[in-house]
Each structure stands twice: as structure tokens, then as C-alpha cells.
Nanobody, 115 residues
């Protein structure tokens, strides 16, 4: 059974930074693209960043502020979030991007941006 474990969330003020980590089991990272999703209260889950072996992509809402990276040797994927805004408040999840998104979601990690 694959496992996805997110960590690093917390409460920060607008303009602050957080670094999220995702640890995976089940040989997910070897040849697969990975992504970060988020779900805010009352909204659908959205894909905000993806990374492959040679490319990264971001949703317009986070471009220039978030950076996705990975360490394949450690089976980790990161999301560096800078200049955080209240609109970034959400539960953040890691998973594969479509069309190969895993059905086994992790617990996610809460990010709250508030003054």
C-alpha cells in the first residue's frame, strides 16, 4: 500500500514562508511526476505545482512565490512557499498529477496565513 505523508504546515503571517515536505512509500518517486494540491474551505481541491525529471509547472495563483522540488534519493518532494497570502490558507496534499493521481490521499498539512 502506498503512503503519502505531508508535513511542515503551520500558522504564519502574510508575507511569511513555509516549507512543506512530502514523504512517499511504494516506489512512487522513481519515474513519476509529483505534485502539490491544496483545498481551501468551501472550494475544490486544486493542483498548484508539479515536477517531473526536468520540468516544473505552477498554477497562476502561486507562480513566482512557490517552488516545488524533489529529492529522489530520499523519496521526498518539497514545496517552498514564500510571500504567503491569506488566500493560500488550505490543507496541502501531495500526489501525482492527472491522469495518474493516486486514490490513496494522505492526511495533508494545514497552512494558515493570517494576521
Amino acid at each position: 500500500q502506498v503512503q503519502l505523508v505531508e508535513s511542515g504546515g503551520g500558522l504564519v503571517q502574510p508575507g511569511g514562508s513555509l516549507r512543506l515536505s512530502c514523504a512517499a512509500s511504494g516506489s512512487i518517486f522513481g519515474r513519476n511526476a509529483m505534485g502539490w494540491y491544496r483545498q481551501a474551505p468551501g472550494k475544490q481541491r486544486e493542483l498548484v505545482a508539479t515536477i517531473t525529471s526536468g520540468n516544473t509547472n505552477y498554477a497562476d495563483s502561486v507562480k513566482g512565490r512557490f517552488t516545488i522540488s524533489r529529492d529522489n534519493a530520499k523519496n521526498l518532494v518539497y514545496l517552498q512557499m514564500n510571500n504567503l497570502k491569506p488566500e493560500d490558507t488550505a490543507v496541502y496534499y501531495c500526489n501525482r498529477p492527472p491522469p495518474f493521481t493516486l486514490t490513496h490521499w494522505g492526511q495533508g498539512t494545514q497552512v494558515t496565513v493570517s494576521s
